[in-house]
């Protein structure tokens, strides 16, 4: 069976930086892209960033001016099936929850099976 576990959240100043991990486990033959989503209460999930199989990155768009792009990376350890998100210079604006999103292939008692997955998410609360 597999999984997706963040980790990494907590609460932080204004200014200040975390980094979140997403680990897959299971019978993993493959992980294709990796997204960083964040839901703030009252609003919808958005996509904040994400990551290929081969380290080609994107990251959301720029609201008012701000863009994650200039404060969070998104990479990857594919030896290890984790994905990171380094935040840094975070804002009020940036409390959520995160979770990541994976496409994964993974090996069954019939064959393979291609899935996408979400974690349960990790609390960041940033203090102004």
């Known amino acids: 069976q597999v999984q997706l576990v963040e980790s990494g959240g907590g609460l932080v100043e204004a200014g200040g930086s975390l980094r979140l991990s997403c680990a897959a486990s299971?019978?993993?033959?493959?992980?294709?892209?990796v997204g960083w989503y964040r839901q703030a209460p009252g609003k919808q999930r958005e996509l904040v960033a994400r990551?290929?199989?081969?380290?080609?990155?994107?990251?959301?768009?720029?609201v008012d001016g701000d863009s994650v792009k200039d404060r969070f990376v998104i990479s990857r350890d594919n030896a290890k099936k984790t994905v990171y998100l380094q935040m840094n210079s975070l804002k009020p604006e940036d409390t959520a929850v995160y979770y990541c999103?994976?496409?994964?292939?993974?090996?069954?008692?019939?064959?393979?099976?291609?899935?996408?997955?979400w974690g349960q998410g990790t609390q960041v609360t940033v203090s102004s």
């Open positions: 299971g019978s993993i033959s493959f992980i294709g892209v």
């Open positions: 990551i290929t199989s081969e380290g080609r990155t994107n990251y959301a768009d720029s």
């Open positions: 999103n994976a496409d994964i292939t993974s090996y069954t008692s019939v064959g393979y099976r291609a899935g996408n997955y």
